[in-house]
């Protein structure tokens, strides 16, 4: 974490340091939330639509914390003692922190976006590059204009490798993320239809998830996957200095990987003779593995640091996890839900043997704009009746996804609910031994509740 002298963080913020007395009061680390505050903390108080950071600024400073931005116009009560910067803007100051301090370390930082993937990229990076060198990486899904910034000023002095989520709902958000981590290399994963409420089409996010670019350093590495449409589509008209390398599983990219065999518990894949095997589901996670061994080699790792590196990625949360029940299984994937990822997550469910029966439990796709009751409508034809016994649909949206169920599946194993304490009952009543249960929605829909409510169930 950022450890520094409140002279200096003035000096990085062009403020002023309220009492000169304090110049030298260390600053071990940053907080925006009063409820994570450690001792020695410099206090970040964020002004929201919703909430005002500032009205607990004395119960940060009773906790521990030696020091706070404030606002320029902004009367500080006189019960608070500790130190202060004045700022224009505390959000801008913490995103001006963050680029100073990136500046000042010594670092090779790698940046990654995408619209599915990127965080399990990240994480197989990150497990890769740790067994050669100190790395960190972004922590759950701070990802965005607050989260990057807390990203970096949570890097130590002595961390040679950061690898940074960018996230996006809208131009304009990862060229200001780029611009304050200035990354050695930036990445893009694939390009699908997540956040096309404000993007408009899939050329409009590969635009924006492209504005990466704008921060690369010269010197740098921009990597992409060479086997998506939209990009092999969009790059062309992009005149990239920067040296490029693809990735994939077509003829034509830099990097070719080839699939071999996959499992309940493993995707192996080989590049050039070598096999790596990842310990995650899904023939997608090819991809993800083949960017890690790329970043890998890049970063001239061995071939049996980078297999050991791919060995020890655990999955996250609600990200394409087998989880073993009282006589069934949950594919949990209830995190978030795309067309892309959502078809994966189904051509998965397929795959996995050993079942007897097996049920898809499918909840709303939000933020896919105006096209969205279309894109519900093919996802459930995607579904196959030769593979899956029932489906489940839970939400306005997937109503789409359950009327074209029916063009596939009898009524009497196609079931639509408004309410999903009655999905959930159902459910119940569908489960029997040897059944798999695939659960996936956006976050929105809560669906992990539907998980939580079959977790103790005994077949």
Sequence with gaps: MIERNLEEIAKMLGGEISNPKYSKTKIKGISIDSRTIKKDNLYI???GEKFDG?????ECENSGAVAFLIDENYKIPKSISIPFVKVSDTKKALQDLARAYRDELDIKIIAITGSNGKTTSKNLIHSVLSEKYKVEKTQGNLNNEIGVPLTLLDFSDKTQIGVVEMGTEDFGEISLLTNIAKPDMAMITNIGDAHLLKLKSREGIAKAKLEILEGLKADGTFIYNGDDEILKKVLPSYTIKQKTISYGKE????????????????TKFSYENEDYKVPLLGTHQVYNGALAVLIGKLFNLSYE????????VSNNANRNELIERNGFDILDDAYKSNPQSLKQGLELAGF??????????????????DGEKNLHYKSGLDIKPKKINYCLFYGPLCKEMYKASLENFPENRSFYFENKNDLIDKLKFLITKSTLVFVKGSRGLHMEEVIEAIYDLRV
């Design 305 to 312: 640091e980078i297999d050991n590196g791919l060995a020890k």
């Design 352 to 369: 996995l043997d050993g079942y007897l029966n097996k049920i898809v439990v499918l909840g709303d796709m939000l933020e896919l704009g």
């Design 251 to 266: 003829d034509g990219v830099n990097f070719k990987v080839y699939p071999k065999e996959f499992s309940s518990t493993y």
């Design 54 to 58: 500032r009205i607990f600024i004395e």
């Design 45 to 47: 108080p964020i002004v």
